[in-house]
């Protein structure tokens, strides 16, 4: 299993990642729409800070794995909408892998007993 990032701030950076480019897949979206749909589909249990969200998607454009385009909305107002590029889905599909991985070093160490081994 590869080593996976201990520091708090990269793990929830990366978190946040995830969250954005597995939104992105099913198409594009504008800021206030992936923030409503990560909070919709979390089952209202994450809320997306608007200071979090867009230096995000700042930082996933530069990546190249995301781009954007001002389109008009469902509002007919501009708005930037976010869509995910061929390198976004490849390093989707790395986010993804990563975090089961730290799904299931996390259900090993919540099922643990750490006396087990020496009793």
Excluded: C
Excluded at 61 to 73: A, D, F, M, R, V
Excluded at 94 to 109: G, R
Aim: glycine share 8%; proline share 3%.
């Amino acid at each position: 299993m590869k080593k996976l990032q201990s520091h708090g701030t990269d793990l929830l950076q990366g978190t946040l990642d995830l969250l954005v480019l597995r939104t992105l897949i099913f198409g594009s979206l504008h800021g206030y729409g992936i923030a409503k749909a990560i909070h919709q589909t979390s089952n209202e249990a994450l809320r997306i800070e608007f200071g979090s969200l867009y230096p995000a998607l700042r930082r996933l454009e530069l990546k190249g794995w995301i781009s954007s385009k001002w389109e008009t909305s469902e509002r007919n107002r501009q708005a930037k909408f976010y869509r995910l590029t061929p390198a976004g889905k490849r390093q989707l599909v790395k986010e993804e892998s990563k975090w089961q991985q730290f799904v299931a070093a996390m259900s090993s160490v919540l099922k643990s007993d750490p006396r087990g081994s020496q009793s």
